[in-house]
């Protein structure tokens, strides 16, 4: 049945990775994993953000190094200190944010990286071999178009171009359909497929359950940086798989929930129909309706890179709607600018606190500050009452119990203070309307219980609050209403008591389920 | 306005868009490799000064010509060493480039002010043999001129048909995907700036050795900035850096033309057609990024750690 | 891994650790000096005897230090129109043309209005000279803000322009009698007033009262905080609410308005007169005396008066000793490459 060209199978049969373990600061990415992949085969990684699908991956193409461990190509020991060194063991991997050079051809993006490449160009036979390799596996893509030109599924393509052309034999991909439209999906399965049946080795890295289902032949789920357990397809169903990713967690819900009546208030952020239009790798929003009400919480699950970062920069005004319109406090503020949705009384508190909130080389004291210059200014400007600032930011702090360094540059925080600086700004103010992505992200279990029940007193003194998170635990304990995103769509609309983590985990993972009414 | 005139207008806008269109040829090169070298005024009165020197002394324009060359590519490998191995800002270290080569062009120069040299021979354009002696002579070029869009071609396949030029697009591109490829970022950066600075020599080299034939400081009267001007107006593509030196010289020779005939358009005007146009066609691409500038240009490539 | 980092200056800090940064600059300068002593060996010069004709005249005697001073007062305003844009990101390379623009602007006040009495003639040249600056600047500015067009390439497109465009109103209108190339002398009250009998003028205070105001404003107004935190993570200060776009178009204009200044103080103040080309790099010359100062105040000082030093000396040079005055930009360039290329004296200091 194997009809491999040139004896891909004899390279090697089976990739084994023994007790690789990795640490970075603070967080233990991977734990004494073991994995083997084999040839002929493919093996999803499956698990949630964070699991450690990526970094165990990453080790296996040297782009980490791993702290202990060893990893076996056939039996024999190999060391893998670079990329280089994993291409000549003809590993080859294929990253989520795409390495091409957008200006120059498809051609010449795989001519880069043939091995052997002559010193003038024979075009004419590069294109020869692209269109061989190309055909073979239904990869076809013109190869005198710019990449820039490409879409998001042509680059895919390309990538995996690269690694064939390049001799690789077992090809790793980071979630390979995070940005893919449906036919595409369905293509690249097609791809992976006919690859698989020449005697390749794939890895798929993902998250979504059907997926895996479709195309896989073995399966590892990873929780916490620990192999959950590795299935063969035949033994893998929908269920057995959702209860190795999200383990069920005990614990008692932090706060009980709030009975509003939504006929009544007029919401405080109100979305109709909105679309935006993606750049680059960012997630379109399709058609999304939403609304927040005084002294609510609406929780946005969704598994991130699904349109949650989008839907925070929609509602401050950092993305424009293509399409519907947007209203705060019941204005239309579809055209307004972030600082107007600033100045009316909405924070924001974005995922990623070093990098969308912080200037790193001003202190904490300053940082405080940052947002509402105006407020603290004396002499029309021409000084800063730091003194204010100073009483304002003590309150907030005292408020929710926090406590770190102000006069210390914002940089030298570490990455949970940075996080409670940021949650302390913001709540400052006390906000009718907070929206806040993964609020949690990088705090202790007292800092993280302090941050929730900070929202639901916001919640509690009339305020709403959109919560973007992918802590499905804290969702459905903190939220009034959820939602689920999936491709930018909502897919999921509901209270949290008449559902469960398996129910969400079905829809964030693009599962179709057909949703229990509750009575 | 006399067809002598005319000639006489075109002749001398070929003359002066020659040593334009090397320089501009040698800078494309540069900054496909991601380095924008603002000392090119420098490295043209540094080439200039020194090819007028050696072939004053030698008595051979083609012994000044290679020293032009060398010497314009060693000046390119000062700005390398400033900005690829200690990792200087670009934009500082080509101005200091700049500073060093009016001096140094300065002392080199001192003592040839005023030298007559044996130049190069000027041959006739074939196909106009037939044109009375008075025109002819306004046609006879240096080899150099001969040359130059020949080497836009040669240019042209470097960068685009070999691996070497392959390699080096791709480090201005994105330095870390040429590093992936198994690619010397440094090296090729460093190859890019000798061969730019060569083919600047050769301009500079034309200029003062071919076209004038003499030396005076500041000769080249802002050539550096308006190859680098043409640079960008041709999308960093040699071929279209032909169109660029050719509208230069246009220019040039429009501004002759209108003077001749006694039209009164300020010459400080129409110098400025080169520049204004290359920032309306930056404007006219606008946000279409496709051709635009090298993504890596200006950027330090801190290597791997 | 590999990084590949943005070319936005990184500046030394001119804080904590002081004394080894004026260690290591004078070690620095002390090199360049021994490069250029080499030249001058070369070129049959005693270097030697060439130093100390420089210090002598530009430290030692009260008018060659005043000398160095007024070649400083174009400098300090021109690094200061790159070190102000330079806090929120924005690379001015364009000082050049802004202070030509400044200076005509400045000398149509000065022509047009030259029967007004000084204290009203020379705040309307100061007006109209920032005012020309700041036009120039918009354009960058605007196109920068809009993503249109880096401010890098505009700013350096805009410079070789504006000489021409002096170059036309001297040539077509603004000429004197006797000569094509430059202007009519200023009236009295156009000249900005000189002190201790030197050429020192008043742009000297002017500078040195910006670079304090600019100091201050930095450090103290609600403004300066906002500009230090696009400079430090301008996608963070937008999401902070900060307003990104205007703050991009008026500190580039406010940029210019300074290097538009620096153009009128030495039309109004040095020259008394426009001439064709008078600036003579003294644009770039402030780009790089701010690159090396990091942008500082006191740094921009002590650079441009290196560089002054250098200069004034350079002229001195040409007189007593035959040394062709461009040969001193070798001088300079040496000083620069030193800097830049930043060899370590002391371990571990980078």
């Not at chain 1, 294109?127 to 061989?132: E, L, M, S």
């Not at chain 1, 950092?318 to 579809?334: A, E, M, N, R």
């Not at chain 2, 012994?63 to 200690?86: C, D, E, F, P, Q």
């Not at chain 3, 009998?197 to 009262?209: P, V, Y």
């Amino acid at each position: 049945m194997l009809k491999s060209p040139d004896s891909i199978s004899s390279f090697f049969n089976v990739v084994s990775m023994r007790g690789i373990t990795k640490a970075f600061p603070g967080v233990l990415a991977n734990d004494q994993i073991d994995l083997d992949i084999y040839a002929s085969e493919v093996h999803a990684l499956l698990g949630e953000n964070g699991a450690g699908k990526s970094t165990l991956m990453k080790i296996l193409y040297g782009f980490y190094r791993l702290d202990s461990g060893q990893i076996f190509v056939n039996e024999q020991p190999v060391t893998i200190q670079s990329p280089h060194d994993a291409r000549t063991i003809k590993i080859g991997m294929v990253f989520q944010d795409f390495s091409l050079i957008p200006a120059l051809s498809v051609m010449e993006n795989l001519a880069l990286f043939l091995p052997q490449l002559p010193a003038v160009l024979d075009v004419k036979g590069i294109n020869q071999r692209i269109h061989q390799v190309s055909e073979r596996y239904g990869l076809e893509v013109n190869p005198d178009a710019l990449v820039s030109q490409l879409s998001i599924g042509e680059l895919q393509k390309v990538e995996i171009l690269k690694l064939l052309l390049a001799d690789a034999r077992l090809l790793i991909l980071d979630e390979p359909t995070r940005v893919l439209a449906p036919h595409e999906v369905q293509a690249l399965f097609k791809v992976i497929d006919s690859l698989k049946k020449d005697g390749y080795a794939i890895v798929l890295i993902t998250h979504k359950l059907k997926e895996v289902l479709e195309c896989a032949d073995r399966i590892t789920v990873l929780r916490t940086g620990k192999v959950a357990g590795t299935l063969l397809r035949s033994e893998a169903n929908e269920e057995c798989l959702i209860s190795l990713m999200f383990e069920k967690k005990l614990g008692s819900p932090i706060v009980t929930h709030k009975k509003v009546s939504p006929e009544k208030v007029s919401p405080l952020l109100e979305l109709k129909d909105v679309s935006t239009h993606a750049e680059g790798l960012e997630t379109s929003l399709k058609a999304i309706d939403l609304k927040v009400n005084p002294g609510e919480i609406v929780g946005v699950a969704g598994v991130s890179g699904n349109g949650q970062k989008e839907l925070g920069d929609v509602a401050m005004g950092l993305i424009h709607c293509s399409h519907g319109k947007k209203f705060i406090f019941g204005d239309d503020f579809t055209n307004r600018s972030i600082q107007e949705v600033r100045m009316s009384g909405v924070a924001f508190i974005p995922e990623n606190p070093l990098t969308m909130s912080i200037a790193p080389f001003l202190t904490v004291l300053q940082n405080m500050a940052i947002t509402r210059t105006k407020k603290y200014a004396r002499m029309g400007g021409l000084s800063m009452d730091w003194q204010a600032v100073r009483v304002d930011v003590d309150r907030s702090t005292q408020k929710l119990g926090f406590s770190f360094p102000l006069y210390i540059l914002a940089r030298s925080l570490s990455g949970g203070n940075l996080q409670r600086m940021v949650v302390a700004r913001e709540l400052i103010d006390e906000p009718r309307l907070i929206i806040a992505s993964y609020l949690t992200r990088g705090l202790d279990v007292q800092s993280a219980i302090a941050a929730r029940q900070a929202l639901v007193q916001a919640r509690d003194n009339g305020a709403g609050v959109l919560l973007i998170s992918e802590d499905l635990e804290e969702l459905i304990a903190l939220s009034d209403w959820l939602i689920v995103l999936y491709t930018g769509k909502i897919v999921g609309n509901f209270r949290p008591e008449e559902t469960n983590v398996y129910e969400i985990g079905h829809l964030m993972t693009g599962l179709e389920v057909e949703h229990v009414e509750n009575q | 306005m006399t067809l002598l005139a005319l000639f006489g207008v075109i002749s001398s806008a070929i003359f002066s868009g020659t040593s334009l269109l090397y320089t501009t040829l040698g800078e494309v090169i540069d900054e496909r490799s991601g380095i924008v070298n603002l000392g090119l005024e420098g490295v043209l009165l540094v080439s200039a000064s020194s090819g007028f020197a050696v072939t004053a002394l030698s008595g051979s324009p083609y012994l000044g010509i290679l020293v032009s060359v060398l010497a314009g590519g060693l000046m390119n490998i000062i700005l390398g060493y400033l900005v690829i191995t200690r990792k200087a800002n670009q934009l500082a270290s080509g101005l200091a480039l700049m500073f060093f080569g009016f001096g140094l062009s300065a002392l080199i120069g001192k003592s040839f002010v005023g030298t007559k040299i044996n130049s190069l021979p000027r041959l006739l354009l074939p196909g106009l043999e037939g044109l009375p002696r008075i025109y002819t002579s306004l046609f006879k070029f240096d080899p150099l001129i001969y040359l130059v869009i020949p080497m836009a071609f040669l240019v042209w396949w470097l960068l685009f048909r070999t691996r070497w030029g392959l390699g080096l697009r791709a480090v201005g591109e994105n330095a870390d995907i040429a590093y992936a490829s198994g690619r010397n970022p440094h090296l090729i950066r460093y190859q890019a700036l000798f061969v730019g600075g060569m083919l600047a020599g050769l301009g500079a080299a034309q200029l003062a050795i071919a076209y004038a034939m003499n030396w005076t400081e500041y000769m080249t009267a802002g050539r550096g900035f308006i190859a680098v001007a043409l640079v960008i107006f041709s999308k960093w593509h040699p071929l279209r850096a032909i169109v660029g030196a050719l509208i230069f010289s246009a220019a040039v020779a429009f501004q002759l033309l209108l003077q001749s005939s006694g039209v009164q358009i300020s010459p400080f005007l129409l110098d400025t057609i080169p520049y204004l146009l290359t920032l309306i066609v930056l404007i006219a691409w606008g946000g279409n990024r496709k051709h635009s500038a090298p993504a890596s240009l200006g950027r330090v490539y801190q290597g791997s750690e | 891994m590999l990084k590949t980092s943005e070319v936005a200056p990184r500046f030394p800090m001119l804080q904590n650790k002081t004394i080894i940064l004026v260690i290591r600059y004078l070690y620095m300068i002390l090199l360049a000096f021994l490069l250029f002593g080499v030249i001058l060996l070369i070129s049959g010069k005693d270097p030697l005897q060439s130093y100390k004709d420089i210090f002598t005249y530009t430290l030692g005697s009260a008018y060659g230090f005043s000398e160095v001073l007024v070649a400083m007062i174009p400098m300090l305003l021109t690094a200061l129109a790159v070190a102000l844009p330079a806090r929120v990101g924005l690379i001015n390379v364009g000082g050049e043309g802004q202070l030509y623009i400044g200076a005509a602007f400045a000398t149509f006040g000065a022509l047009t209005f030259s029967s007004l009495p000084a204290w009203l003639l020379l705040p309307i040249m100061i007006i109209l000279g920032m005012l020309g600056g700041a036009l120039w600047a918009f354009l960058p500015g605007y196109l920068k803000s809009i993503g249109l067009v880096n401010e890098t390439i505009t700013t350096l497109l805009l410079n070789p322009v504006a000489p021409k465009i002096i170059g036309f109103l001297i040539f077509g209108f603004w000429h004197s009698p006797m000569d094509t190339i430059k202007t009519p002398n200023f009236v009295e009250a156009a000249r900005l007033p000189t002190f201790f009998g030197t050429r020192i003028h008043l742009g000297l205070f002017i500078g040195l009262i910006l670079l304090v105001l600019f100091w201050l404003f930095m450090k103290y107004t609600r403004w300066g905080l906002e500009i230090r935190a696009i400079g430090n993570n301008a996608q963070a200060a937008r999401r902070n609410g900060v307003p990104l776009k205007k703050y991009l178009i008026i500190v580039m204009c406010v940029g210019g308005a300074i290097a538009g200044l620096a153009g009128m103080s030495q039309v109004s103040g040095f020259y008394g007169v426009l001439l064709l080309n008078f600036s003579m790099s003294l644009g770039y010359m402030g780009f790089m005396v701010s690159w090396l100062a990091g942008g500082e105040p006191l740094g921009i000082v002590l650079m441009s008066s290196v560089i002054s030093v250098i200069i004034t000396g350079g002229n001195l040079l040409q007189l007593t000793r035959g040394v062709p005055y461009s040969v001193i930009n070798l001088l300079l360039a040496f000083t620069l490459f030193v800097v830049l290329a930043r060899p370590n004296l002391i371990k571990g200091k980078k």
